[in-house]
């Protein structure tokens, strides 16, 4: 079960990921990218509450999923973010990365499981990556 539901969340994260931002509708894109930033938040607010297994918080499957699922979406909305033309000011860090960094400090706080641990530490990796990048190209 563990394996098939991992698998399937990185099979469509992959998927998406492959999509051009400009051939998503835009409503549709929106609701995304609201309901993976309300599922950020959520997850930084619920896990100090959450029960420890024996790999950490998260050891349930479902709760695992649920934490990837959300994870990976905005990591990808990031990836839509940044691949969008960022207007005339300079580029600012979407707010994405800005709760998954705040996520990234609430779970170190605590035991997650180190697949969770793992996955988020590199979204928020790329992200600010991908946010020093923009920034410098900005700056040229």
Known sequence: MY???????????????KVAPSRIDDHVRELVEKW???????????LPGLS????????KIEIL?????????????????FSCDLGI????DPVHLIEMEQLLSVAREHPIHPRARRVLEQSVE??????????LAWKE
């Not at 394996?3 to 990921?17: Q, T």
């Open 65 to 81: 999923s649920l934490f990837l699922r959300v994870i990976k979406l905005a990591d990808l909305c990031m990836e839509w973010l």
């Open 36 to 46: 993976a930033l309300s599922g950020v938040r959520a997850l930084a607010i619920a």
């Open 126 to 135: 790329r992200g600010r990556l991908s946010a020093h990048h923009i920034r």
């Open 3 to 17: 394996l098939d539901d991992v698998g399937e969340i990185e099979a469509w994260h992959s998927a998406l990921g």
């Open 89 to 92: 000011g300079p580029p600012q």
């Open 52 to 59: 420890h297994g024996p790999c950490g918080t998260l050891s």
